[in-house]
């Protein structure tokens, strides 16, 4: 890990840092020494920030990526940009298609603009494996695979990519691709919107789960080891990342919903299952991650399992309540 004195220099701008994965990040940020501002329009609120505001390294910026003022007064002194702020998901992106791709899409160009003009280090942007959409499960797909969106949130990541790439080839903008496998895992927001996280929420109040298409395979990731990704990418040197996509994740952590469902029937004992297979939920892909596991040289720290745990511990200590899954759940 790079505690070094010259992350001290360093000031990195986190879009959408309020958010289920920024409020983690931010989090390992600081404590790898890095100066950190988070540009957010509070959303979801600002409480998963709070335990940092009064850090002496770190700067709340409330504003909205859309907002070119907003962004340009952001960017000030800024090193480095790593930009989460989105409508993120399937749904939510359905029940306002206009806003998400204002926030999207032109957000990014909004940001990417002003980063450039700016002169920033590295800008690393968060896509998704969910651009793959539905692919044949035999192979994991590598990054040049097609791509096959199934939502208005995928093309939207699909479309800021293209964007990225064509400005990376100007030669003084460096912009990275990281399509993340779906998160899990306790974080300031914890999201229950996301297949671990709601499974073992519901298993556990409900003493049941209802899965759809549980052949269909995602690959995953603990919310903590998506931090560590963006600080050992932080680390690397811009010029050889601008332009290329990733896929980011572990190869060792694909799994069908049914894997999934076995693991958390591992760690928390007996509860029933209904199954459903019908095509509700049509996504399956399976993903190929030597690109970035070779780049990077590191491993994960947490498997499902232990975010399986983590979630029900926090549950059952009432860090996590009721109301923080009514607030974070699939709407
Ligand atoms: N969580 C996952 O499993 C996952 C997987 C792949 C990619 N991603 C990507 O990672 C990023 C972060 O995801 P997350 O799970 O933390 O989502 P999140 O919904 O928890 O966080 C998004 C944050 O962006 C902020 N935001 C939204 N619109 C904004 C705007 N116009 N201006 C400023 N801030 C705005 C929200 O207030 C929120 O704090 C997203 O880009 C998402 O697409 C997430």
């Not at 999934?260 to 209904?274: N, S, Y």
Request: aromatic share 10%; glycine share 8%.
């Amino acid at each position: 890990m790079n505690r070094s004195k010259e992350n001290d220099d360093r000031l990195v701008l986190v879009t959408g840092g309020a958010g289920y994965k920024g409020s983690t990040l931010c989090r390992e940020l600081l404590f790898r020494g890095y100066r950190v501002r988070v540009l957010d329009c509070l959303m979801y609120g600002g409480r998963p920030l709070s335990g940092l505001f009064n850090h002496d390294k770190f700067e709340f910026v409330r504003g909205d990526v859309t907002v070119r003022q907003d962004v340009e007064a952001a960017m000030d002194g800024v090193t480095d940009v790593i930009h989460l702020a989105a409508i993120v998901g399937d749904k939510p992106c359905e029940c306002d298609p206009q806003r998400s791709i204002e926030i999207n899409y032109y957000g990014t160009q909004i940001l990417a603009e002003a980063a450039r003009k700016k002169k920033v280090g590295h800008f690393l942007f968060a896509s998704s494996c969910s651009n793959y959409g539905i692919t044949d499960s035999a192979t994991p797909i590598k990054e040049d695979g097609e791509l096959n969106p199934v939502s208005l949130y995928a093309e939207t990541k699909i479309d800021c990519e293209r964007y990225l790439e064509n400005a990376a080839k100007t030669g003084d903008f460096f912009p990275v691709m990281l399509r993340f496998s779906t998160a899990f895992g306790v974080s300031g927001r914890t999201r229950f919107d996301l297949i671990v996280n709601s499974f073992t929420y519901e298993a556990l109040r409900d003493k049941r789960i209802i899965v759809y298409a549980e052949e269909g395979w995602r690959p995953f990731l603990h919310v903590l080891d998506i931090a560590r990704i963006y600080c050992r990418m932080l680390e690397l040197p811009k010029e050889g990342l601008a332009g290329q996509i990733y896929n980011a994740g572990w190869n060792e952590q694909n799994y069908t919903k049914r894997q999934i469902v076995q693991f958390i029937l591992d760690v928390l004992g007996e509860f029933e299952v209904d199954r459903i297979n019908t095509v509700e939920d049509k996504r399956s892909y399976r993903v190929d991650f030597f690109k970035i596991e070779k780049l990077l040289g590191i491993t994960p720290l947490k498997t499902v399992k232990d975010g399986v745990a983590e979630i029900a511990a926090a549950i059952r200590t009432g860090l996590l309540t009721e109301q923080d899954f009514e607030n974070n759940k699939l709407k």
